[in-house]
């Protein structure tokens, strides 16, 4: 997540700020990182930075489908990175 967070801080700042937070999911730790505006799909990580899936987001706001049940069966939500700008 350092070099996420180092490429944001890189580029120029989005409105809304973006943030990425950890959670428990399917008995692991995900990472899910937001987009910076209207129909962008967001990002959910594994702990290895791997893309597991678009949870929302995009045209429809239901991401790419690949993992419906993200919201239904987060847990432990932690704010790991706010953008300072």
């Not at 791997?50 to 987001?57: I, R, S, Y």
């Not at 790419?64 to 987060?74: I, L, P, Q, S, Y």
């Amino acid at each position: 997540m350092d070099d996420k967070i180092q490429a944001h801080l890189n580029a120029k700042a989005e409105n809304p700020r973006i943030r990425i937070l950890s959670y428990q999911y399917r008995g692991q730790t995900v990472y899910y990182e937001t987009s910076p505006c209207c129909d962008q799909y967001t990002t959910l990580y594994d702990a290895k930075g791997n893309v597991l899936c678009a949870p929302d987001g995009g045209i429809t706001g239901r991401g790419d489908g690949k993992c419906a049940d993200f919201e239904k069966n987060r847990t432990a939500e932690q704010l790991i990175w706010q953008d300072p700008r």
